[in-house]
């Protein structure tokens, strides 16, 4: 009687703390949920001016867009018109009416996996690399290639312009990042330094730093112009795939948490926030000011990161500390991206997720959007200009949200 008494007893405990742990995680789950409608009510409720800056993305899409007949790679919005184009493993880049859902054209000219896509400023000029280790410079108005450059010797994975304008640059598996001019098609500069693939690169607004991740697990920051390294950051225990640098307004909100991140005494962080909290004082003044005397662009104070580790790490540059490890994920993040507000930050995974985390309520998880492509989602982009976000996914779709 004992021993059938024991087998049916066995794993029961085990058993009622599963249910436990996942009604807890459900819990939370409805907890954030009704948080987040809360929110939306207070912002957008009844009798309530529309704040597009402060709009999220949420469930069913507003366009579910087929057309490539190989996983999306990469999304990008047009800095002015109401486009979106899409880079895929089919060789082809597509560009999409955001408003229609349809397919304007189609660019070929890659013979390989078209890795990454990239405006310039004005939108007159898009960049794309490819697996076929060569990066093109396209008329986007004529869709026509003005340039193809080759000189790395391994699949390029992304490439961007300088604000400029009259430089590319790039990054590859070769393990090297190049500078090209757009004009000639020449390779300028080479910078070495990683130890494995090069997985994204990240220029800021400011024109002389860089930023690149890497299947070493480490990001680098760079003085370009220079051709130097500025610092590294090791903090990831598996590959990075994306950097982003903030935005003057997503600084204004992370630059309370610098402080929590410094190390030593309270005696020690108190001084240590003063002087901190008087010289970002004095640096804003003297940015203002150079500002209003010569435009001199926004220098960003921060940089987030997405990692095969699941995790979201936000980095504060001039000190090198780490500001915080969102976790959450349950599967590779791909990529993050500042929404414009600077209230919050965008990743997708390949957990089918799309999620907004809260930059001003300790990175709490503010909104998910589950199953937004089957099985992964590969790629996110912000419009600034119109309050919309496009992904892409396995599922060779790309939607805007």
């Known amino acids: 009687m004992g021993v059938k008494y024991e087998k049916k007893c066995e794993g029961v405990l085990e058993r009622k703390w599963t249910i436990v742990t996942k009604l807890s995680n459900k819990a939370l789950q409805l907890e954030n949920e009704v948080e987040s409608l809360r929110e939306d009510l207070k912002n957008f409720g009844k009798g309530k001016v529309r704040d597009k800056s402060l709009v999220l993305p949420r469930a069913p899409p507003k366009h579910v867009c087929k057309g490539h007949r190989q996983p999306i790679t990469c999304v990008v919005f047009h800095p002015i018109f109401s486009q979106v184009v899409t880079a895929s493993e089919d060789c082809t880049i597509m560009v999409w009416d955001t408003e229609e859902g349809t397919v304007e054209k189609t660019m070929k000219g890659h013979i390989d996996t078209v890795q990454h896509v990239s405006f310039n400023q004005d939108g007159k000029q898009l960049a794309s690399c490819s697996a076929d280790m060569s990066i093109k410079v396209w008329n986007f108005e004529t869709h026509i290639c003005l340039k193809t450059m080759r000189g790395h010797e391994h699949t390029v994975s992304c490439v961007k312009f300088t604000p400029a304008g009259d430089r590319l640059v790039s990054c590859s598996r070769d393990k090297t990042i190049k500078f090209w001019d757009v004009q000639s098609g020449y390779c300028l500069s080479t910078l070495q330094g990683h130890k494995d ?143 414009p507000s600077g209230k919050y930050l965008l990743s997708c995974a390949d957990d089918k997720t799309i999620r907004v985390w809260d930059l001003e309520k300790n990175f709490r998880c503010r909104k998910i959007i589950e199953d937004a492509h089957d099985p992964f989602v590969t790629c996110i982009d912000y419009n600034m200009a119109r309050p919309m976000v496009a992904t892409g996914g396995v599922d060779k779709e790309l939607k805007i949200w």
């Open 197 to 339: 693939w090069v997985r994204h690169v990240q220029i800021s607004p400011c024109s002389s730093i860089l930023a690149s991740c890497s299947m070493d697990h480490t990001i680098r920051i760079w003085d370009y112009k220079k051709c130097e390294e500025l610092m590294s950051f090791r903090d990831h225990s598996h590959v990075v795939d994306s950097v982003v640098f903030s935005h003057e307004k997503a600084d204004q909100t992370l630059m309370k948490y610098v402080q929590k991140e410094l190390n030593g005494s309270e005696q020690e962080q108190e001084k240590k926030v003063k002087t901190t909290a008087e010289k970002d004082k004095s640096q804003k003044e003297k940015n203002d000011k150079d500002k209003r005397e010569s435009s001199t662009p926004y220098t960003p104070e921060f940089l987030a990161s997405a990692s095969r580790d699941k995790t979201i790490k936000i980095f504060h540059i001039s000190s090198g500390a780490l500001v915080t490890e969102i976790s959450g994920h349950e599967n590779w993040v791909r990529e993050v991206i500042f929404h």
